[in-house]
């Protein structure tokens, strides 16, 4: 049944980690206007929702599940309120700032957009700091692999030129300057390469 | 030339190697284009990275830009499929208890013959059979649905639920689909895994069925025809090259990369070769043309191919899409398709449509230099995509 305008709006969040879904719950809540589910398995995923007739629907655009949620938009879905998925709809720059902070939103037709903008933007906000922590985690984990490459490759270098670490690594650097290269890249080639040659 | 970055996002499977291969083999950099090929988790997020130009161009399953140009599901950005990208490369299967009830009755996994596959399953089921596919707007969907209604599977039906592949087998396991169509590698891999054994190749139900598209927006193709065509004419060579048996193995192991799919080339290798495993008991069944990215113009978007899988979409959806269908049918771009690669000393159909299901064996057609042949594309029950019946 729609939600009158009185009503809470139920909200259904797609989350498996635990302290993740923990944070949303909380953000979202903190808005006063919502109940707040959250469903951590896949298995059944359509069957789950539908049980709880949630007015938003909220997913990790990166979530590979969320292919199965696309079931809900059609009209023989398990839900019995069609559901539009809400960055296609006329919410213009609120649609490209959940793409862009990584949240995905199903939402029942007819919903009202101020009622739907402040969940929204309480959402938005959330997984964009997800999203970021996790870019930066990423990025210094990379950061770390390239270290321990190059690391290895001067070794290498060291070894066969005898040489000592500052020249192996002005040699990678050249060479990697010289074949519009990045450094980490040639660092890789001749630790494989090494690793062929035995 | 200066060299532009051309962001696509694809989703890891064997049929996104012309994308992929463009890339590694060079045929990208000698239109001085770089494609910065983005691995999407779903099929959605491909979608959304194209509609809301996080991409430009993406690897799409055949019938999403049709069915988003009939308004169905969430996002309805003009679309426009410029080029095939893959012809077929589907199989479907079965689970662990499906395979031993079918071996019980003496099903002999021929992996060729629907009807009788379809029998058997029907003679094994004890309710409801249940289907998982990766997407409600697939080709997987289109197979599926026309092969149950043509066979005994017809008369109970069959459920079909949207699985990701990478999560079949723990579907599978848990009970919540009995059997799956999907792309390899993915049917591959259940078999590796001892969760599944496979019943039948995609062509078995339609012979030349479109599968992946090379799809951007409509307003992109427009606005940028120039990157258009050095992206098409890229994507078409390096599926030229897929076409050789001798770039097989070189195919394999840059497609096995942990960047690309992460699963072993001698997987992905029995999509590309044809020479598919059926279960654990390594029954070996070669399969003609098993995945196509060249021959007999398989890179050309037939509107008749679009036609048909609107006509099925409207059918499933309740849409009457009567006078609209032609319109529809133009996500499919033969033109551009034509204009673009006409360079390419590829030869191109001279029409835009052809019947459906009625080429029976390789057949010589009108085209640019006359030395174009087409290459069977029968449904399995033998019926013909003519408009003025009701299919």
Partial sequence: MPSGMSAKLTVVVVEEDRDRAIGIIDALTANGDCDVHVIGHASGLARKIAAHSPDIVLIDIDNPTRDMMEELTLASGPLDRPVAMFVSGAAGGLAQAAVEAGVSAYVVDGLSPKRLKPVMDTAIARFGMVRQMRNELAETRRALEERKVIDRAKGLLMKARGIDEDAAYALLRKSAMDNGRRVADVAEALVTASGLLG | ?391
């Fill in chain 2, 1 to 391: 030339m200066k060299t532009v970055n051309l962001p696509v996002a694809y989703m890891p499977l064997v049929d996104a190697a012309p994308l992929i291969m463009a890339q590694e083999m060079g045929f990208a950099e000698a239109e001085g284009i770089a494609l910065d090929l983005i691995a999407a988790p779903s099929w959605s997020s491909v979608r959304d990275m194209l509609a809301f130009g996080r991409v430009d161009a993406a690897h799409m399953l055949s019938p999403v830009p049709v069915a988003m140009a009939m308004g169905l599901g969430g996002v309805t950005t003009a679309l426009s499929a410029v080029s095939v990208l893959s012809v077929n490369g589907n199989v479907i299967g079965v689970g662990k208890g499906l395979e031993a009830k079918l071996r019980a009755i003496g099903h002999g996994f021929d992996f060729a013959d629907p009807v009788a596959a379809a029998k058997a399953l029907d003679r094994v089921r004890d309710g409801p059979l249940t289907f998982g596919v990766p997407f409600p707007f697939s080709m997987h969907v289109e197979l599926l649905r026309y092969w149950s209604a043509g066979t005994a599977l017809g008369a109970k039906g069959i459920e079909i639920r949207t699985v990701p592949p990478p999560l079949m087998a723990s579907a599978l396991a848990a009970g919540d689909v009995d059997a799956f169509c999907v792309g390899e590698p993915w049917g591959s891999v259940s078999v590796e895994q001892g969760v599944g054994a496979l019943l039948l190749p995609g062509q078995s139900i339609w012979q030349f069925a479109p599968e992946k598209v090379l799809a951007v927006r409509r307003d992109w193709a427009d606005t940028e025809p120039d990157l258009v065509a050095r992206l098409m004419r890229a994507v078409f060579r390096a599926g030229r090259w897929l076409s050789r048996p001798e770039s097989r193995s070189a195919a394999g192991e840059v497609l096995s990369r942990r960047l690309y799919l992460d699963v072993p080339s001698e997987l992905i290798d029995r999509a590309l070769s044809g020479n598919l495993i059926l279960s654990a008991r390594g029954e070996l069944r070669p399969v003609e043309r098993f995945v196509e990215f060249f021959h007999g113009a398989a890179t050309f978007p037939w509107r008749s191919q679009a036609k048909w899988i609107a006509t099925r979409l409207a059918a499933e959806h309740g849409q009457d899409i009567s006078g609209r269908l032609d319109l529809i049918s133009h996500v499919f771009r033969a033109d551009l398709h034509r204009r673009h690669l006409a360079m390419t000393s590829n030869d191109l159909p001279g029409a835009s449509e052809k019947v459906e299901g009625s080429i029976r064996h390789d057949t010589p057609v009108a085209s640019a230099q006359g030395n174009l042949s087409l290459l069977p594309d029968r449904f399995f029950d033998g019926r013909i995509f003519d408009l003025t019946d009701e299919f």
